[in-house]
């Protein structure tokens, strides 16, 4: 009988967590996708590479939010376990507190698991190819960028107009109108592409003129060519430096680099100590995060298995035990915030993985009579006898 009464439950929190995983992940990746949104639908960006943009991202944001929804899950569960009166009836054939929670311990052991995967393995690898990704995009898009028949800021200060792009990529009636200097530059021409020469994009430009103003006195130079390249700068490649952010590293660099050693053999770039503090953030934040499925979990549980069934409902646990989830998990983003000034901040982030898994517990194990939120129900007391009832033996 317990074990078909594990199962029961076991399916319960399972059929809610996949229904919560599936908006989930439509969320997350609604949010991910309107950071790319603009290049897509305004630069050209092509279908594959958005939505590999946007789904490299995920894993990142499933550590953070799946101990959320697995805490609304037990809410949910139980609480619907309770208004059916079902949860009465487990406990009368004997089943406790931790018999009842069973069920959701197995399911936050897994979930416990994958999240270690995550942080661990999946997340770092992710955010390296998305880190490589992204440079690509950006030679994408610069190759894209330009528009027919609009005028397109591809950078600060500079503006170019094509009349028509052709099948091959051509492009024809150009102008282009470029601020970002000390002098105003315009220039003109027929023709003209846009091509790669290294980690450089450039405007190979054919058949036009070159107008130079000076602002100062306003004179105007004018230059006549027949090729003429414009250098639109550096994409990311080649030999310029990249400084690996702390997400993509691998667990070991985590805690071994130290304050001057170097960032990259091939430049002279050493580690300072706010480049350090974020590193050992990352350390901190890999090893508890995971944690978070237990301690919200255990919150969760103590909130609707305490007490006593109260007809009339009594939500003042479950608004308690979401309050200290909405606190908890602010706080350890704040306290993330402030690693980035301080190395004592760590310890605020290692108290707010710290904290939901003794006050779950506390909470769990406490007597009900003794805690304030597992008050009894009311129960109507009965009516004194009325002696004139009483049947003479």
């Known amino acids: 009988m317990i074990k078909t009464l594990d199962r029961y439950i076991l399916r ?28 897509f639908v305004n630069k050209g960006l092509s279908i594959g590479t958005f939505l590999k943009l946007t789904l490299l991202l995920m894993p990142g944001f499933l550590t953070v939010f799946i101990p959320i929804a697995l805490f609304a899950v037990v ?58 990704i992204k440079w690509q995009v950006r ?19 500079v503006i170019v107009y094509a009349g028509q792009r052709t099948k091959d990529g ?60 414009i250098d639109m700068g550096e994409d990311g490649g080649g030999g310029e430096f ?57 919150l969760g549980l103590a909130a609707v298995l305490t007490g006593e069934f109260n007809r009339r409902g009594d939500n003042t646990k479950v608004i308690v035990a979401v309050a200290l989830v909405v606190l908890f998990q602010g706080g350890s983003l704040g306290a993330a915030n402030l690693v980035k000034k301080s190395y004592d901040a760590l310890i605020l982030l290692d108290l707010m993985t710290v904290l939901p898994f003794v006050i779950g517990l506390l909470w769990l194990t406490w007597p009900n009579d003794r805690w304030p939120l597992g008050r009894k129900s009311i129960r109507p007391e009965l009516a004194p006898e009325d002696p004139r009832m009483r049947v003479s033996a």
């Open 75 to 132: 809410l949910f569960t139980y609480n619907k376990f309770a208004s059916d009166r079902e949860l009465i009836v487990m406990r009368a054939a004997g089943q406790g507190h931790w018999q009842l929670a069973k069920p959701a311990l197995w399911l936050c052991l897994m979930l416990t698991v994958v999240g270690y995967w995550l942080t661990m393995s999946v997340v770092p690898a992710m955010e390296r190819a998305f880190d490589v």
């Open 242 to 298: 990249r400084y690996i952010d702390e997400r993509q590293r691998p667990f070991s660099e985590l805690y071994s680099i130290q304050v001057g050693d170097r960032i990259d053999p091939a430049y002279p770039y050493l580690f300072e100590h706010p480049n350090v503090r974020r590193l050992r953030m990352e350390l901190h934040l890999r090893i508890l995060r995971p944690l978070a499925h237990i301690g919200f979990l255990l």
């Open 139 to 157: 030679d994408e898009v610069s190759s894209l960028v330009i528009k027919d028949g609009q005028f397109n800021q591809i950078q600060e200060g």
């Open 12 to 39: 319960n929190l399972l059929v809610g967590l996949a229904v919560g995983a599936v908006a989930l992940i439509a969320l997350i990746w609604l949010i991910n996708s309107l950071k790319f949104l603009d290049w």
């Open 170 to 229: 051509k492009l024809l009636d150009l102008l282009i109108h470029d601020t970002s200097g000390e002098k105003d530059v315009t220039v003109i021409a027929e023709s003209g592409a846009m091509v790669k020469d290294g980690g450089s994009s450039k405007i190979l430009l054919l058949n036009g003129n070159r107008q130079e103003r000076d602002p100062k006195t306003g004179k105007v130079t004018f230059l006549y060519f027949d090729s003429y390249t």
